[in-house]
């Protein structure tokens, strides 16, 4: 089982950027896609984005236009730009690896959106 690890959360101003890594112990592309969720205080988990093997992105519509998800597959690395944050984007962000029905998470990272 991999091993996930995230990085780059923090307090933002609404408007603002940040930038999340997520760095796999094992080969990225050995999975069927790498994801990024979140969890606000109270909520459910939900899905924020992925990239599958193939390249092929998928969004929510919440952050469709705002957060880009990309990876580096030589560092074994998921990112995902966050541009335009708003509060409602304050959560916990984990990273996922997915095989099949089987989802590992990340410990998170902590994202705070000021207004």
């Known amino acids: 089982q991999v091993q996930l690890v995230e990085s780059g959360g923090g307090l933002v101003q609404a408007g603002g950027s940040l930038r999340l890594s997520c760095v796999s112990s094992g080969n990225i592309l050995s999975s069927d896609s790498m994801a990024w969720y979140r969890q606000a205080p109270g909520k459910a988990r939900i899905f924020v984005a992925n990239?599958?093997?193939?390249?092929?992105?998928d969004y929510a519509l919440s952050v469709k236009g705002r957060f880009a998800i990309s990876r580096d597959s030589a560092k074994n690395s998921v990112y995902l730009q966050m541009n335009s944050l708003k509060t409602e984007d304050t959560a916990v962000y984990y990273c996922a690896s997915i095989s099949g029905l089987s989802v590992t998470y990340g410990q998170g990272t902590q994202v705070t959106v000021s207004s």
């Open positions: 990239i599958r093997t193939n390249g092929r992105t």
